[in-house]
C-alpha cells in the first residue's frame, strides 16, 4: 500500500488519499503511477512567490510523485 503526503507545495502538508486509490492494489504499473501523480498535481493548491510559481509547484509535484512512487515500487 502507498500513502502520498505532500509539503511546500499547499499552505500546510497535505495528504492525498485519492493518490493512493489511484495506485492501491497494483504492481507499480507505469499508468496508475501516473494517474496518482496527475491526482496530486490537481489536488495541491500552491501559492506563488519568488521560489516558484503555483503552476511550476503543481508540475513538481507531478514529477516528484512519479519518481517516489517508481523508486517505492522498486524496493
Known amino acids: 500500500m ?3 503526503a505532500v509539503g511546500g507545495a499547499h499552505s500546510t502538508p497535505l495528504f492525498i488519499a485519492e493518490a493512493e486509490k489511484a495506485v492501491k492494489g497494483g504492481r507499480g504499473e507505469e499508468k496508475a503511477i501516473k494517474e496518482a501523480a496527475e491526482v496530486a498535481g490537481a489536488t495541491v493548491e500552491p501559492p506563488s512567490d519568488v521560489h516558484g510559481s ?4 503543481r508540475r513538481m509535484v507531478k514529477v516528484l510523485t512519479v519518481r517516489a512512487l517508481r523508486e517505492a515500487w522498486q524496493k
Open 2 to 4: 502507498a500513502s502520498l
Open 54 to 57: 503555483a503552476d511550476f509547484r
